[in-house]
């Protein structure tokens, strides 16, 4: 028998544009849109961990191809539930869910295809976080690419703690940044990331000083011995 609040479940009461359809870059921004919905019409049980009824309540009504009226509600509603979550998808993604007929099919394919795809785009960038050094770059080019690196983390689900980015800048400084490495290890708890990146920001600024002064006075002392 179809309830009050089931009768209230149709097409019309599912939002007919979402800002981002799933392609394989926007998995957190579709699941964003799309869990409140889900939520907000108290369908979680048509996708996760399904109670489907049974289609027939006896042999006698299988051979007479009587269904089961529980069944035969939670099967139109499924099915209006199933159409609005393949709109939301991209062309691409579609194609991945082929052969899925219920909502909760639907659901499964794309959450174990993403996950494999998070793990493997994770695991990718932190290797990429654990190779990077200073190499030549200025210290704010260096702070750029551990931040950027950081952030595609957060994206794909897998934020790194404030220990482990600190832990990836100091590891790729060259030995010039011995003296402030200690001073932001010295302290129990760790400091701020933009205060470490402020830190770094300013030690070079006073060693390029430094090597400048150290130029200008070597190339004085070059020019008194030449004319000697």
Known sequence: MVTQQNALFSASSFPNSISHKLDDSTFLLWRQQVEPVIKSHRLQ???????????????????AGIENPAYESWEQQDQVLLTWLQWTLSTSILSRVLGCTHSYEVWECIHDYFHKQTIA??????????????????????????RAISDSLASVGSRIMLQEHIDSILEGLSPDYHPIIAIIESKFDPHPIDQVEAFLLAHESHFNKFKQSFSDSSSINLTQVANK
């Open 45 to 63: 049980r048509f996708v996760a961990n399904p109670h489907i009824p049974l289609r027939f309540l006896s042999k006698d009504d299988c051979d």
């Open 121 to 146: 785009t994770a695991s990718q960038l932190r290797t990429q976080l654990c190779a990077m050094t200073l190499a030549g770059n200025s210290i704010r080019e260096f702070l750029s690419q551990i």
